[in-house]
């Protein structure tokens, strides 16, 4: 841009307009009106919610639409639970699940079995949580920001939450030990939590990842190498006879459904952040009160995190 600093560009480290960007999408720019009635409802109770809490308005409409939009979510892991039961008294099931088992089993080999196993390792508790502690570091040091630490925090909890309800609420049994490839697993098998975890936490830092970034193909490149490793976790659990496919499917649908959540939750603080939180060039949200100390826990001029 003429007449630019290396300055001015908000995508730099440790200037907050690199949070609000991917590409040339203003994360606090609402296009339709879905999502404009959606940032009014929130904004109306985060004012009344914050100024009792004596939050910001932003950060608290944050955390109301991840509860909110956690509940929904989980709501939808307890109804795949009941359609579960229902489909498989009927053995529905059956004519998807095992099948696919079997073309799996039909494929492996001491090597491939070897190489699934190493890979499978990478969504478990322990090198999932040091990588994608890694990544979460990195960046709010880098960006002098705690937004990675804060959005990675609450997307795993919902995470983890969910995993557990669902395998205590169904506690669906395991494919047979005879068909699995060890180390078997004892634990439920609805959802699959290697896949849940992975498509959550792994989504979620590829956002982190996108946010700021210009060039088309670093953000091309970030989309396929997370949708790769999530869609390949997934199938890996199939393969090693460690889940059925619809754990795996459920898994996937659930982490997508919570991801989707808590991004939207960082757009409503982004938007709600501004001091006139605009939804799109010609239609605010509504001009927001002066900021105080007492109502909002910051000051005008101050930005919020």
Same mark, same amino acid.
């Given at each position: 841009m003429p007449g630019s600093t290396p300055s001015d560009d908000p995508t730099r480290k440790g200037r907050p307009g690199g949070e609000e960007r991917i590409g040339g999408r203003d994360l606090g720019q609402w296009p339709t009106e879905s999502g404009r009635r959606l940032v009014r409802s929130v904004d109306r109770v985060a #004012?009344?919610?914050?100024?009792?809490?004596?939050? #910001? &308005?932003?950060? +608290?409409?944050? !955390? $109301?639409? /991840?509860?909110?939009?956690?509940? $929904?979510?989980?709501?939808?892991?307890?109804? =795949?639970?009941?359609?579960?039961?229902?489909?498989?008294?009927?053995?529905?099931?059956?004519?998807?699940?095992?099948?696919?088992?079997?073309?799996? !089993? #039909?494929?492996r080999s001491p090597a491939r079995d070897a190489a699934m196993t190493a890979f499978t390792d990478l969504g478990g508790a322990l090198w999932m949580t040091l990588g994608i502690l890694l990544v979460t570091v990195v960046l709010a040091v880098w960006r002098r920001s705690w937004t990675p630490v804060v959005l990675m925090v609450i997307a795993a909890a919902g995470s983890v939450l969910m995993t557990v309800a669902g395998k205590d609420l169904v506690g669906r049994a395991r494919p047979p030990a005879t068909l699995a490839v060890p180390p078997l697993e004892t634990s439920p098998a609805f959802p699959s939590g290697? +896949?849940?975890?992975?498509? /959550?936490? !792994?989504?979620?830092?590829?956002?982190? %990842?996108?946010?700021? $970034?210009? &060039?088309?193909?670093?953000?091309?490149?970030?989309?396929? =190498?997370?949708?790769?490793?999530?869609?390949?976790?997934? %199938?890996?659990? /199939?393969?090693?006879?460690?889940?059925?496919?619809?754990?795996?499917?459920?898994?996937?649908?659930?982490?997508?459904?919570?991801?989707? +959540?808590?991004? +939207?939750?960082?757009?409503v603080q982004i938007t709600l952040r501004r001091p006139v939180p605009v939804v799109t060039a010609d239609q605010p949200v509504r001009a927001a009160r002066p900021a105080s100390s007492r109502a909002t826990g910051t000051r005008n001029g101050e930005q919020e995190t």
């Open positions: #004012s009344v919610l914050g100024h009792a809490l004596r939050w #910001s &308005r932003a950060n +608290t409409g944050l !955390v $109301v639409t /991840v509860v909110v939009g956690g509940l $929904v979510v989980l709501a939808l892991d307890l109804f =795949a639970a009941e359609v579960y039961d229902a489909v498989s008294e009927g053995e529905g099931l059956q004519t998807l699940d095992r099948p696919v088992l079997d073309a799996a !089993v #039909s494929l290697h +896949t849940l975890n992975a498509t /959550v936490l !792994v989504g979620m830092a590829a956002y982190l %990842l996108l946010l700021g $970034v210009g &060039r088309v193909w670093v953000r091309v490149l970030v989309v396929a =190498a997370a949708g790769g490793f999530v869609l390949a976790m997934g %199938l890996s659990r /199939v393969y090693l006879g460690h889940h059925w496919l619809t754990d795996v499917v459920a898994g996937w649908l659930l982490g997508l459904g919570w991801l989707a +959540t808590v991004v +939207t939750g960082h757009r």
